[in-house]
């Protein structure tokens, strides 16, 4: 099936900082969602994208639509301890109204 | 509060015995989802479900079932011949024409 390559893995960051993850495709995506999930818990979606080069924040963050379809990025801006968990993408392909498939996660630890 | 609940947080299971994880919604939402998250993994789609009375295998079915008897339900049977089943499963829902999927808290399934 289609796979989202999300990077990186982990990322360990000084409370304050700006921080950058990103997802990409071989394939088109009609949609792209990220979200955030704490140990434990069910994600919360943080932003939707809807347009190609939508480009949305949500206070800190601010997320991308990829121009090519295949692509897209989130930022946090000046990192705060709470910002702690593990980040999704997630696609929603053209062929499939209904599914959506997700990245491994990025797992951010913000040291205070 | 509108919502999807899972029940139970924690549950804990001998091998080869079947068990059913509760999933609820009261958003009127359409279609609901049941995902297996491992450690280190992205969400893995089990079964979906986009009406009542009907249903679709996802990625990792085998070992799985399912039922969609009312709009607000969508419990998930945990069978034996599902080889290794301790893992954290996430049920969401989403409203028609919407690509925004909402989860619920999650629960923790051990077979010891």
């Known amino acids: 099936g289609q796979q989202l390559n999300q990077s990186p893995q982990s990322m360990f960051i000084q409370e304050g900082e700006d921080v950058s993850m990103n997802c990409t495709s071989s394939?088109?995506?009609?949609?792209w969602l990220w979200y955030k999930q704490d140990p434990g818990e069910g994600p919360v979606l943080l932003i939707a994208?809807?347009?190609?080069?939508e480009l949305t924040s949500n206070g800190r963050l601010t997320a991308q639509f990829g121009i090519t379809r295949k692509d897209s990025f989130l930022n946090i801006s000046a990192s705060i301890p709470s910002d702690v968990g593990i980040y999704f993408c997630?696609?929603?392909?053209?062929?499939?109204?209904?599914?959506?498939?997700f990245g491994k996660g990025t797992l951010l630890t913000v040291n205070p | 509060d509108g919502g999807i609940t899972q029940s139970p947080k924690y549950l804990f299971r001998k091998e080869g015995q079947n068990v059913t994880l509760s999933c609820e919604q009261n958003l009127n939402h359409d279609a609901m989802y049941w995902y297996r998250q491992d450690p280190g993994q992205g969400l893995r789609l089990i079964y979906y479900?986009?009406?009542?009375?009907?249903?679709q295998k996802g990625d990792i079915a085998e070992g799985y079932s399912v039922s969609r008897e009312k709009k607000e339900s969508f419990p998930l049977t945990v069978t034996s011949a599902q080889k290794n089943p301790t893992a954290f499963y996430l049920c969401?829902?989403?409203?028609?024409?919407?690509?925004?999927?909402?989860f619920g808290p999650g629960t923790r399934l051990t077979v010891l």
């Open positions: 479900s986009q009406i009542v009375n009907d249903f």
């Open positions: 969401a829902s989403i409203s028609s024409g919407s690509a925004e999927q909402f």
């Open positions: 994208l809807y347009k190609a080069g």
């Open positions: 997630a696609g929603q392909p053209l062929s499939s109204n209904y599914k959506l498939t």
């Open positions: 394939s088109i995506f009609n949609t």
